[in-house]
């Protein structure tokens, strides 16, 4: 087996990490936690999402956060967007990439975005089409590529189409995301066996959630397939609102960044993030919402 010897690090938890938290994030500090990430070397920051304030208050600031962010040399800055008036909305604000978001799971497409999967796609048309025109990159997300919590299990191959489909309409990178967290080595490995075959292991990134404390194995699981991206959100913040195993139970987001990152140093995987400026940043903002970090890294550390 031949890890790979660098990677990519995408950073989410400005937007994955925040958006669902009740208490709203000004914009100011959102800049503020941002420039934390870039001082610690972070290169490549989803900062915000385009969508309706109504779906989520939490990125009604997007366009103030960009608005605020210091430009960086060799630093990276996306948004998500869920359709074309969102892409405009992002290239008003000066965004140049953007992600776009779908599921392998038809009951978690129409639950989370109130369409099927093919119409969402087919939303998808236009924003690609004026990306292309503008030389924008796209980047792309599917989410429930493990397991659904209404539909159960994946097949693999489902997710291999999908990716195919999202990769043969411009979308450079797609991004396997475990919503749920219910996958194992196993299950991953499988995933990525059939994406693989239709879509170059350069343009797979893997996303994984820590719902039963699988997200660090599939990392390695991922890596040992020579997948070289990888999201992930300091203090593990974050989490899927529609998973939920009781009333007083909201599953856990994606991987720390600083366990990954402390992970990647002990195989000595070169990513350019400074450990420490991270643990940084992931205390100041955990300390902003007032909780814990989520990263054992960072609770070792200090």
Not at 131 to 160: H, T
Request: proline fraction near 4%; charged fraction near 20%.
């Amino acid at each position: 087996m031949i890890l790979p010897k660098r990677v990519k690090i995408v950073e989410v938890s400005p937007r994955d990490g925040l958006q669902n938290e009740v208490q709203l994030v000004s914009a100011d500090l959102k800049i503020e936690f941002i420039n934390l990430l870039v001082a610690a070397g972070v290169s490549f920051i989803e900062a915000g999402s385009f969508v309706n304030p109504r779906w989520v208050p939490q990125m009604a600031n997007t366009d103030t956060v960009f608005a605020g962010i210091k430009v960086a040399k060799n630093v990276n800055f996306s948004a998500l967007v869920p359709n074309l008036r969102g892409f405009e909305r992002a290239i008003e604000a000066g965004v140049t990439e953007v992600s776009i978001f779908t599921s392998a799971s038809e009951s978690f497409s129409k639950k989370n975005t109130n369409c099927s999967i093919q119409e969402s796609l087919e939303r998808f048309v236009p924003v690609l089409k004026s990306a292309a025109d503008k030389k924008i990159p796209i980047r792309a997300y599917i989410s429930c590529i493990a397991g659904c919590p209404y539909e159960g299990a994946i097949s693999p191959i489902k997710v291999a189409v999908l990716a195919n489909e999202l990769y043969q309409m411009g979308c450079y990178e797609v991004s396997l995301a475990d919503t749920t967290g219910v996958g194992t080595p196993g299950i991953i490995c499988q995933v990525i066996e059939k994406v693989s075959a239709k879509v170059p292991l350069n343009s797979i990134a893997g996303h994984f959630h820590d719902t039963y404390s699988q997200a660090l194995v599939n990392t390695y699981a991922a890596l040992s397939m020579g997948v070289s991206i990888f999201d992930s959100s300091v203090s593990g913040l974050g989490g899927c609102p529609y998973v939920k195993n009781s009333d007083k139970y909201k599953a856990p987001g994606n991987v720390a960044t600083e366990d990954l990152i402390y992970m990647l140093n002990g195989l000595s995987i070169k990513h350019d993030i400074n450990l420490n400026g991270l643990i940084k940043a992931g205390l100041f903002i955990s300390k902003k919402l007032g909780k814990k970090s989520g990263s054992k890294v960072s609770a070792a550390f200090t």
